[in-house]
């Protein structure tokens, strides 16, 4: 796919005229201050460390400090253990960056940046002082996850030289970084961030101020969705985590990223995107709240919705097993004659009916009907219904496996153990529309879908963004042209009849595309 950062610097948003027009001197980054040395701020400030840039690390006091600095030693003491970096290499890197109590000592810096926690009033007070510190060229920028550029800019007299850039954790890791220009930004200014950003070895897209920006407007919205499935009881943390990781390939489960981001952070964007956007999808979930209140932030205090004890999180428990004598595939082809192929390959007995007629499995010992939809409808019109699970498959290497109201234990364990012996890992989820896997990222790519038709951000930005920030394996536009526009839609209209959910409802443009039998969305896009 094209990058459009490679045609378009500053992406789809911002003045970016070349210099020579705005009549100055481009500015030169050389001595950067990094006011906040919690996670982010102590990963920024590796970052232009390792670029060759000077920094100033500033702390509220000196237990703050030097957590600071034990985050920036241990962070570079891993990549030298992995090789990655010579001891000589990481004390060069250390030496570049100075620690200090007193903010007055950005008086020198090019530039500064904020990393400190989420709270409006917090930072607007920050830059005022950053305001009267700073030398009157010096450029202010914020790593806000998602608060108004444009408000904390109004805190100074210089909101021409404010400028978002927001990093993503772990910063020295993540690629992306978001550049974030106001209606007031200086011209130009936008550029010369981006153009900093590319210094430091990341992929710079340039968007507007609005809440969340790209990714965490269509991440936390996601983050926070697993949250409110796993409080409806749909599956389990342990199974929606396995469920996105390995049936999507993403670098990780929504809980565990949640703990990595931390709750505290990620409730608090929620909060902002929800006032923009008034979308109840960006209410946090009760879950959240409750998680922080208990102090439970996730890695960073030790627990959110893991334990962390030596870095690793708890394991999830093993389901029942049962023997299972034949098994009867209820489903379409070609799936269900490839399941009877792969069952009768591992040795089982199967039998395989199409819906519209149930009675070749009416006796079989569990009954496996392969759907993406409920499946209690099949399981009611047979002699036992308890022994009907629905199955999904799920990329090559996840199969949901959906229990009913009337499920039993015993045949949700064969089933499990069947999925094991095929060599899937199985994931366990109640009978609800689209299950687990889709639930999440279909309602995802449809927000993708209205952030490119509002003119946000482009589709190549978006899916840059997403890669880049997040680690997918692929942007939404890229996602959805494998899966198929119309089989989003679909998917999407059942989770609409499922839940109710006014944002599940598919965007215009999607049903519109559909409509005109437009097959690839970036094709259409570009
Ligand atoms: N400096 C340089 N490189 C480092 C490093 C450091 N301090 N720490 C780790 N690395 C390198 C490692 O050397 C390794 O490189 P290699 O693969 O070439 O050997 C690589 O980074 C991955 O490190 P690990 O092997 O330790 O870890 P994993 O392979 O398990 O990956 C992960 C960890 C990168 C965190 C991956 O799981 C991931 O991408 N997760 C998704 C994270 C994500 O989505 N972040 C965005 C969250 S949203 C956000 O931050 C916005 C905020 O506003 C809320």
């Known amino acids: 796919m094209t990058n459009r950062m490679s045609a378009n610097p500053t992406g789809a948003y911002g003045p970016d005229e070349p210099l020579w027009e705005t009549g100055r001197m481009a500015r030169t980054f050389e001595t950067v201050g990094v006011v906040g040395l919690g996670t982010m701020g102590a990963g920024i400030a590796e970052v232009f460390a390792r670029s060759g840039l000077n920094v100033i690390g500033v702390e509220a006091d000196d237990a703050a400090l030097a957590r600071g600095r034990g985050h920036l030693e241990s962070s570079t003491g891993k990549v030298v253990a992995r090789g990655r970096m010579s001891t000589q290499e990481q004390t060069a890197l250390l030496g570049r960056i100075s620690f200090t109590t007193s903010r007055e000592d950005l008086a020198g810096a090019d530039l500064v940046i904020e990393a400190i926690p989420e709270i409006m009033e917090y930072k607007r ?141 990620s409730y608090e964007v929620c909060e902002v995107l929800f006032r923009e956007s008034r979308d109840r999808r960006h209410a946090p979930a009760p879950m959240l709240r409750e998680l922080v209140t208990a102090g439970l932030l996730g890695r960073k205090t030790g627990r959110g919705f893991y334990s962390y004890g030596e870095g690793t999180a708890t394991v999830p428990e093993a389901g029942p097993k049962a023997a299972v004598s034949v098994a009867g595939i209820v489903g379409g082809v070609p799936e269900a004659a490839r399941l009877l192929t792969d069952l009768d390959a591992a040795g089982f007995k199967a039998v395989v009916a199409e819906p519209s007629d149930l009675t070749p499995v009416a006796d079989a010992d569990v009954v496996i009907a392969l759907s993406e939809r409920p499946v209690i409808e099949l399981a009611v019109r047979l002699p036992h219904p308890e022994r009907l699970v629905g199955l999904h498959l799920v990329g090559d290497q996840v199969a949901e496996v959906a229990s009913t109201v009337l499920t039993s234990d015993e045949a949700a364990g064969a089933v499990r153990d069947l999925v094991t012996v095929l060599g899937r890992t199985s994931v366990r989820c109640g009978d609800r529309a689209e299950f687990v896997v889709n639930a999440l990222l279909y309602p995802y790519l449809n927000d993708a879908i209205r952030m490119l038709d509002s003119g946000y951000a482009s589709a190549g930005d978006i899916d840059t963004a997403m890669r880049l920030g997040c680690g997918y394996p692929a942007g939404p536009f890229e996602m959805l042209d494998v899966i198929g526009l119309e089989r989003v839609r679909d998917g999407l209209r059942a989770l609409y ?19 005109a039998g437009v097959s690839g969305i970036r094709a259409y896009a570009r």
């Open 125 to 265: 007070a920050l830059f005022a002082d950053l305001d009267r510190i700073c030398k009157p060229s010096a450029v202010l920028a914020t790593n806000t996850s998602s608060l108004s550029v444009t408000a904390i800019a109004a805190a100074t007299s210089r909101p021409a030289q404010v400028v978002g850039m927001h990093f993503f954790n772990p910063a020295p890791v993540m690629r992306l970084v978001e550049v974030i220009g106001t209606v007031v930004i200086e011209d130009g200014l936008a550029a010369e961030v981006a153009g900093l950003a590319r210094r430091l070895g990341k992929t710079p897209v340039t968007v507007g101020d609005r809440a969340g920006f790209v990714v965490n407007r269509l991440l936390l919205g996601y983050l926070n969705h697993a949250c409110v499935l796993l409080e409806s009881g749909l599956s389990s943390r342990d199974d929606i985590d396995v469920a996105m990781k390995l049936g999507l390939g993403l670098p990780m489960g929504p809980f565990t990223l949640l703990d990595l981001v931390g709750l505290d952070t």
């Open 497 to 515: 009849a499922e839940y109710r959910e006014p944002s599940f409802a598919p965007a215009p443009l999607l049903d519109q595309l559909v409509t």
